[in-house]
């Protein structure tokens, strides 16, 4: 039996099943040469430790979530987080901090 999904919906699950058996391995998910592309702060912990938010992969621990590169813009990666997790506290992309207005905006604010 083949099921059909919409092409997004193909990329979250594969994103997910990576990211799941990247963790079920006790390793940290794939990252870039020099670590996490995306790094968030977050108010309260996490409910999962493995989710799609803002279309990448992410892995938390306590009130720390990092992830890949994604294709979007950092403020849209950081907005489709927090709808997912609620107030993020900080945002690091690249190793640049995301701006205060724009952290504020992330947060819906």
Known sequence: MTLSLPRAERIAVLASAIAYTTLSFGAAPAMADNGPYYTAQLAQPAEDDRLVAGGVA????????????????????????ARDVGEITG???????????????????
């Open 91 to 109: 945002f690091v992309a690249n190793g640049e901090a995301l701006a205060e207005d724009k952290l504020a905006r992330c947060n819906g604010n």
């Open 58 to 81: 992410w892995a938390c621990k306590g009130t720390t979530c990092v992830a890949n590169k994604g294709s979007s813009r950092a403020s849209r990666i950081c907005r489709g987080l």
